[in-house]
């Protein structure tokens, strides 16, 4: 689940562009049709009247105009594919591949890179482009439709005003769960706006609506419809991590604003989200509860010549939660991932064989936390191989099994667990000495 599945590059676009169903996509055109300048004009107009509007809503004061215009299909798929091969390198694209398919979370044959760039193209709907500073409205749908977006893409615009989103543009490497965190900050506030500008005409605000949070599995089934084939056809874990920055976001800033207005939100932009537990758990975040740190190790040389580790990240609360639920019950799945205190896992190749590994230490709240996630996992581990063979272990805190991706490891020490998925069957007589490399950290 490398880049939290998680790709930096799937991130960094995703708040420019707002998740909203659309007529699925053609393959990009070299000589792509330029907008309708007529759009353009209409949409240069509404900009000037909705960035005023919003500015009000929002309390951020225009500080510069912003520019804007209309874009067709192949021009924004274009666009789509330029940003995601600039904030990627393929090595990255790679890594999250292999990771979605170590974890079990995607088939073996998934190509992220051109799915990545399908999903995004069939979804977007319009984006505001931070290096630029200009937002981008999809000449193919009709304005009035399209005014909710706008509010969306220019409350970006005024972040970016305001907060400098540029900042987060070149995130450093392996700690993808805190970029996510920071970027349901940025997507949930935007997309409070979006709901205020919405339920204005009704006399209502996001403050009036139930905990957004509570509505995660609601919308995680509006993901069928006409205009959603990619996004349905999407692994579980790679359609739930789009949607997170905005549902999960949305709840979060909802619930700032409940306790302490718009200004709470702003200045969250300063006391960023630490990690996606801060932004599940609100009290978390207003405690400064903050995560461990876990390094790992680099244990290629253990495994032999020809083993070399792809990458490091972070999985934390939300990344277990999606590890888990891709097979056993959801709400087990919540519950066990709820008590996350910090991680990092580590991902390997055999480029000979193509045989993966996986190495990931997880720190818990408690030793009641960490013993109900390795419950848990154990019981993910068995599901997802049902033919699995138990290897006889010393104590009830330890579990080995032989799958046919190799032999998984499961230890519970106080409140940490570490695991250890692919081990190949010649290297079972060494997990003893790799697992005591492991503890070390």
Known sequence: MSKRMFSAALLLLLFQVAPVAQQPARQPNVAAPVADPAKTAKVLAATEEILAEVSKMRGLAILSPVKSGA???AEIEQEIIRNFEESSKPAEIEASQKSLIAFGLAPKDFRYREFTIQLLTEQVAGFYRPKSRELFIADWNDLAQQRPVMAHELQHALQ??????????????????REMAIHALIEGDATCIMYNFMLKPMGADVTRLPSLSSMADQM?????GE??????????????SLIFPYLYGA??????????????????????????????????????ELPSKIQLPDVAAQLGADWKRLDADVNGEFG?????????????????????????????????TGQLLLTHLTNWDTAQDAAEFFRAYTARTTKRYPDAKPIATKNEDTHALQTPEGITTLQLRGNAVLIIE????????????????LWEK
């Open 251 to 288: 709840a979060f800033a909802q619930d700032l604003l409940k306790k302490k207005g718009w200004a709470a939100v702003s200045q969250a932009f300063t006391d960023l989200p630490q990690s996606t537990e801060q932004i599940l758990h609100i009290e978390k975040y207003l405690a400064k």
């Open 160 to 177: 970016d005003q305001h907060f400098n989103l540029r900042r987060f543009e070149d995130w450093p490497h392996g700690d993808s769960d």
């Open 320 to 352: 277990y939660y999606l590890i888990l639920s891709e097979y056993i019950n959801k709400n087990e799945a919540r519950k066990a991932a709820a008590g996350w205190g910090g991680d990092q896992f580590a991902l390997y190749e055999n480029p000979k």
């Open 71 to 73: 874009k067709s299909r």
């Open 422 to 437: 692919g081990l190949p069957l010649d290297k079972q007589t060494a997990a003893g000495k790799l697992q005591e490399r």
């Open 220 to 224: 995680a089934s509006l993901t069928s």
């Open 227 to 240: 205009g959603q084939k990619v996004l349905a056809s999407a692994p579980n874990a790679l359609r739930e």
